[in-house]
T-cell receptor, first 113, second 117 residues
Framework: DQQVKQNSPSLSVQEGRISILNCDYTNSMFDYFLWYKKYPAEGPTFLISISSIKDKNEDGRFTVFLNKSAKHLSLHIVPSQPGDSAVYFCAASLMEYGNKLVFGAGTILRVKS | EPEVTQTPSHQVTQMGQEVILRCVPISNHLYFYWYRQILGQKVEFLVSFYNNEISEKSEIFDDQFSVERPDGSNFTLKIRSTKLEDSAMYFC???????????????FGAGSRLTVL
């Protein structure tokens, strides 16, 4: 079951630069997408989300872009900070107030100072 | 900041033993979930629970698994007879009901690490 894919296992970025994390999905019925951040020995922490009726959502340094035709979303972090180093999970759900989240495999982001 | 609390943080058990993992969801949340993450793999859905019954479960959630909300605050996951492959990090999550702020965002606990020997 590979409905949500994060094809880059890891990403290394210099402090102050932009981090771009990518996510693809196969189920066109998904209509709500979320990004979670996870530190070792902690649970996933919600970062930002986007509804399928939008193509962009911004919250401070974090912006999520959604391309429905390509079934692709991305998370941009600008500027990247060392504290952003973590595992980032993309997740998708059916129905805006719907049920389970389907997670991608995660991308390890390392921000070098 | 309200949080989801899970206990124990780490449990080591022998194969074939029963394990109960406990969760205290955020108090006004109505939907409850269990997920697990085997080391190095993705976070996988196990079960969702609403209105005192299972609303959805995955193929992983077989007859060895059960969930219960024995009182107004706790939400438990029981594994009846543990197998080696049950070793994983188990995450509890909850979310508010429809119409509330953040209704589609799951808040996760810190996880319970289960090691089956």
């Amino acid at each position: 079951d590979q409905q949500v894919k994060q094809n880059s296992p890891s990403l290394s970025v210099q402090e102050g630069r932009i981090s771009i994390l990518n996510c693809d999905y196969t189920n066109s019925m998904f209509d709500y997408f979320l990004w979670y951040k996870k530190y070792p020995a902690e649970g996933p922490t919600f970062l930002i989300s986007i509804s399928s009726i939008k193509d962009k959502n911004e919250d401070g340094r974090f912006t999520v872009f959604l391309n429905k035709s390509a079934k692709h979303l991305s998370l941009h972090i600008v500027p990247s900070q060392p504290g952003d180093s973590a595992v980032y999970f993309c997740a998708a759900s059916l129905m805006e107030y719907g049920n389970k989240l389907v997670f991608g495999a995660g991308t390890i982001l390392r921000v070098k100072s | 900041e309200p949080e989801v609390t899970q206990t124990p943080s780490h449990q080591v058990t022998q194969m074939g033993q029963e394990v109960i993992l406990r969760c205290v969801p955020i108090s006004n949340h109505l939907y409850f979930y269990w997920y697990r993450q085997i080391l190095g793999q993705k976070v996988e859905f196990l079960v969702s629970f609403y209105n005192n019954e299972i609303s959805e479960k995955s193929e992983i959630f077989d007859d060895q698994f059960s969930v219960e909300r024995p009182d107004g605050s706790n939400f438990t996951l029981k594994i009846r007879s543990t197998k080696l492959e049950d070793s994983a990090m188990y995450f509890c999550a909850s979310r508010p009901g429809q119409g509330y702020s953040g209704a589609n965002v799951l808040t996760f606990g810190a996880g319970s690490r289960l090691t089956v020997l």
